[in-house]
């Protein structure tokens, strides 16, 4: 047995042995800390430019001149976005996952139909993503006639439309946005008469946005986007100034600004004007079902009896119908959010001049607006298909085929949506990317047209010389005068909205002008421009005119459609003019028109300067797909 001193000496040689044994693995850890730390230095220096990077990537964005560099998708049939978002499709009890609702709103009675029952009612279906509880997000909407309709093939609204709405779902929603469609009154499952745009369609859109926006699901932000008459009902929903402050933005391609401008220009008819909307859409609310009493309203018989009377009468025998659908200057005076605005420059269905000169509304007023002006017809920017079977040649924008398309489209709306929707990430250019009819894109930083152009004249008889045709025109179209300059001594690029002033005497109070432009090289023409006026509205704007026939000259202020055309060194400028046509009918007063040449008689073109100071030129994305690389 030890004693007590041996036990105290064991016991001191094993706390000897502990406290040696601590401090060597004390100085081991310090060493390892120390080795750590240097080479925790050395690695953050090393890797801090690609840490920096990595981090810049989430919040940076390709510059648009630069975004050809990048991998995008190019031999698809539509554009995508350059990363998958992180959230899948919420599944819902049917097999497109989507659910569907009724909107109740309030219609006054004057409107008839569901007015009158006080039960209108509006057809709505939505798509989530599946995002962690208690996360809120925006919704990006479709509104129109065509969801639930036989002209189409989306047979119920609960489908995703195939034009758009499926790639939203499929490019856009998987980064934290909500999706839907909504039918307009009178179509689909929505009640009340098909009012072709007017009080009650503009009332339902908004109710459908302030419910969009109240949801619980929804962070409160809203953004409608849609081409042609879905192009058009982001313009009615922004006239409301939106008291809640739910739409945020919207992106209208190829969307009316109003109703009268879409089939009248310079007071002269177009084809379809006189019957069209309300004969061809007219029929979606009456459908023969038993809900047809909600349905009916004046509309249906003042529609057409408007679109008679003005091409007739030059006005309107029913008051304000046209004011009531146009929508451009509430838009002015109310709207709140940002405006992303898509045209085509040959678009035949919806004309260029609803988004030129539009654009420069928007912005001296203060709206946060781009614009993306292709000289594609009434498409989108990223279908080649499409595309190549709708560009003709000979000045039609197959000239600018494949450089039209843009497959970084779907990339620049989430982009656009990420900073206006979600309130992340830079803010996207506010300028107008503009390609010219030779397929040239450029961006115009301020406005378009811009405001540094310079102003070409020549006179009919002079610099632009008489070659052929008499100088009085038929109505029957068969007859005109021909002029065409000397060639070129330099290439000019003409920017939006050429004009003809041309000093005419009539046979009577009437009469109709067509004009085209032309650029000509070794005997072949191909189409740069047109215009179109009836000469009772021959000082321009709305107001009808009266003169003394045959013995008062009148002088035609003649505006052609928005273009952006390059007319090449040693090519000529040739004009023509007809009595009629495009799809434009005769003149209602039909008369005989005598064309007086001189110095009040010319054509004025806006020419933009080529310096590259001035003038930001890019290239988008190649196109490879199988008809791009046929060419």
Known sequence: MSTGVEQDAILLDAEKDLSNQF?????????????????????????????????????EYTPLWDRYKKNYQTDLENGTVLEKGPYSLMETANEWNSTHVFVEYELPETEGGAGVTND??????????????????????????????????????????????????????????AFAQVSVTGTGRSNHCMDLM???????????????????????NVGL???????????????????????????????????????????????????????????????G??????????????????????????????????????????????????VYLIQGMHDWNVDPHMAVPTMNALIDAGIEAKGLFGQWDHDYPDRPQQLFERSDMGGRGGEAFPEMIRYDWMQDLLEWFEYYLQERGPQPGLWIEVQDNYGDWRVEFNRYPPADTTEWIASLGDELSNVGGSLTILPDASSG???????????????????????????????QLYALMEDCYEGTCIH????IMDLR????????????????????????FPLDAMIAEGHTIRISLASTGEDYLPASTSSIVTIQEGDTSTLQLDIISENLEERRYFKPPACTHELCVSV
């Open 23 to 59: 401090n060597a693995v004390l100085g081991a850890t310090i060493a390892v800390c120390i080795v750590f730390l240097f080479v925790s230095i050395y690695f953050e220096n090393f890797l801090a430019p690609f840490v920096e990077e990595e981090e810049n990537s989430t919040t």
């Open 120 to 177: 209108a009612k509006i057809s709505l279906a939505y798509w989530l993503p599946k995002v962690p509880e208690g996360v809120k997000v925006p919704v990006i909407a479709e509104f129109g006639p065509y969801f639930q309709e036989p002209s189409v093939q989306t047979p119920t609204i609960e489908v995703p439309g195939s034009w758009l709405g499926q790639m939203i779902i499929d490019q856009i929603l998987p980064h934290g946005y």
């Open 198 to 220: 007017g009080t009650a369609e503009q009332l339902g859109n908004d109710a459908a946005v302030r419910w969009l926006g109240e949801q619980n699901w929804s962070n409160g």
């Open 225 to 287: 986007i849609g081409k042609s008459y879905d192009g058009s009902t982001p313009w009615q929903a922004a006239m409301f100034g939106n008291e809640h402050d739910y739409l945020k933005t919207i992106v209208p391609i190829s969307g009316l600004i109003g109703v009268k401008e879409l089939m009248w220009r310079n007071g002269s008819s177009e084809a379809r004007a006189p019957f069209m909307h309300n004969g061809v859409y007219g029929s979606y609310g009456l459908d």
């Open 289 to 338: 079902d038993e809900e047809d009493y909600q349905n009916v309203c004046p509309d249906y018989v003042i529609g057409p009896g408007t679109g008679v009377s003005t091409y007739l009468l030059g006005s309107e025998v029913f008051g304000d119908y046209w004011a009531e659908r146009y929508f451009l200057d509430r838009v002015l005076e109310n709207y709140q959010g940002s």
């Open 481 to 511: 005068p021909v002029w065409e300059t000397e060639p070129l001594t330099e290439t000019l690029r003409v920017a939006g909205t050429p004009r003809l002033h041309v000093d005419v005497t009539t046979a009577t109070v009437g009469g």
């Open 528 to 531: 740069v421009g047109h215009a």
């Open 537 to 560: 509205y021959h000082a321009g704007g709305d107001q009808i005119q009266t003169w003394t026939p045959i013995f008062e000259t009148i002088n035609a202020k003649m505006e052609f």
